[in-house]
């Protein structure tokens, strides 16, 4: 992964989730389908973390024959060489913006981790010399007062010292109860590590608050019908409210970490959940399929806009185009048969040209072996420049590298470099279409950088 491709990877995540967050919060945030806004929180993460890395792209055809604004190009775009100058190694160049990027990033996930696995840590030894009483599907841990009412995994940790009737000390441990058997620790594990993943993004943030207080719903929902009470009278969860704001007063200030606490997590919002009893509208729900569509094009779109990635033409798409029929035979006038006509030359065939020990396909090594061969031209700083040039060249039937030519130029020492890199190619394998070796043509961009500009255009 290359500079660009990391920050577009976290751009394109910040804002495939920012929209699947503005549809959670405008549609369904204040609806009871709990179980639904559970999926969909858990879900948005995902989508970000893993949509901008699917080789997902529109037909290149649809966006012309080539990149705009260079007319004539082939459309087999191979990937950026980049060449600094010679003082770059010493001057302000020095400094690699990719490198910090890639060192930034990877710490703000291990800081992510590392808190991640300090609560985990905590958690342990606050509980680990607690006595376990094994029931059918969980284990009771009894706290004496030292930790809250909460749970964790298939773990419930009890504070016996509550003065709960038993009525009430039902319904807690229902409530606890619904976490467990909803396996909702998984959830929270799960978004903590697409937290550290996604630190950068402050959605995926809002979305781990939004999880926590969904689980808190719906094990709400289960401890109102402890008594299959199918909707709870309003005294029932008045009492059940007054329950929860008791808990919370008593414990204010004091919580486990990565727990799932009866007495903590937003109270106000859950009690005004349980006083809710408008119906659930259902066509909100649908809501998410429009909106998986929108994220799938933006991310099909972002991939296929030129020259980002490597492109191809349109004879790229399901099928490629068979060649061009021979020409008739052409007779001189001395009765001499006229030489036949240069072979037709690709863009595209279904085995592309590839250097010897690579795969087809592999243009990076392409890209590489010129950018090895590649030398700054022998300018003086000040005619030194800054600027991109796209260079074609054909690998022929037989795999020479023959025709090199300047598309689009920079300067004649610059231009001259890249022409003397592409004729010291190694001999390829050639490209086959329907099984018969073909010429295939090629472009490449060449990024130059001054000593003074770290970086591309």
Request: aromatic letters at 8%; a positive charge; proline letters at 9%.
């Amino acid at each position: 992964m290359n500079q660009l491709s990391l920050l577009n990877w976290m751009l394109l995540s910040t804002a495939l989730l920012g929209l699947w967050w503005a549809c959670y919060r405008l549609a369904l945030r204040a609806e009871r389908s709990f179980g639904y806004n559970r999926a969909f929180l858990v879900l948005g993460p995902l989508l970000a973390a893993g949509l901008p890395l699917l080789p997902l792209a529109w037909p290149a055809g649809w966006w012309g024959p080539g990149p705009a604004g260079l007319p004539g190009m082939v459309a087999v775009l191979l990937p950026t060489a980049q060449v600094a100058a010679p003082g770059a190694a010493a001057g302000t160049a020095s400094f690699n913006w990719f490198f910090w990027l890639v060192v930034v990033y990877l710490a703000g996930a291990a800081l992510m981790l590392l808190r991640l696995g300090i609560g985990l840590g905590r958690l342990w030894w606050q509980t680990r010399d607690l006595k376990r009483t094994a029931a059918a599907d969980y284990t009771l841990v009894e706290t004496h007062g030292r930790v809250p009412t909460s749970s964790f995994g298939r773990v419930i940790f009890w504070d016996e010292t509550l003065a709960l009737s038993p009525a009430e000390a039902r319904q807690v441990l229902a409530h606890e109860l619904a976490h467990v058997r909803q396996h909702h620790t998984t959830d929270r594990l799960l978004l903590e590590l697409l937290r550290a993943a996604l630190w950068c993004n402050p959605f995926v943030h809002l979305c781990a608050r939004a999880l926590a207080l969904t689980h808190e719903y719906l094990a709400d929902e289960a401890a109102l019908h402890l008594h299959e009470l199918s909707p709870p009278t309003p005294s029932f969860s008045t009492s059940y409210s007054q329950l929860l704001a008791r808990q919370v007063a008593r414990r204010l200030g004091f919580s486990v970490p990565l727990a799932h606490s009866f007495s903590h997590s937003q109270t106000l919002s859950r009690i005004a959940m349980i006083q809710k009893t408008n119906p659930i509208r259902r066509w909100k729900q649908w809501l998410a399929l429009p909106l998986l569509g929108v994220l799938l094009v933006a991310v099909a779109c972002e991939k296929a806009a030129p020259p980002a990635e490597p492109a191809v033409s349109s004879a790229s798409q399901n099928s490629v185009p068979p060649p061009p029929p021979p020409p008739p035979t052409v007779v001189l006038h001395d009765g001499r048969q006229a030489p036949p006509p240069p072979p037709a030359v690709y863009t595209y065939v279904e085995e592309m040209p590839h250097l010897e020990g690579t795969r087809s396909g592999d243009s990076r090594a392409i890209v590489e072996a010129i950018q090895t061969r590649l030398a700054y031209p022998n300018v003086t700083a000040a005619d030194q420049r800054t600027g991109r040039i796209f260079a074609s060249f054909i690998v022929t039937e037989h795999g020479d590298v023959t025709a090199p030519n300047i598309v689009k130029g920079l300067g004649a020492a610059y231009d001259e470099a890249v022409l003397a890199a592409i004729q010291k190619l190694p001999k390829m394998v050639p490209g086959k279409q329907d099984g018969k070796a073909v010429a295939v043509s090629f472009t490449v961009p060449v990024q130059f950088a001054t000593a003074t500009t770290p970086g591309g255009e």
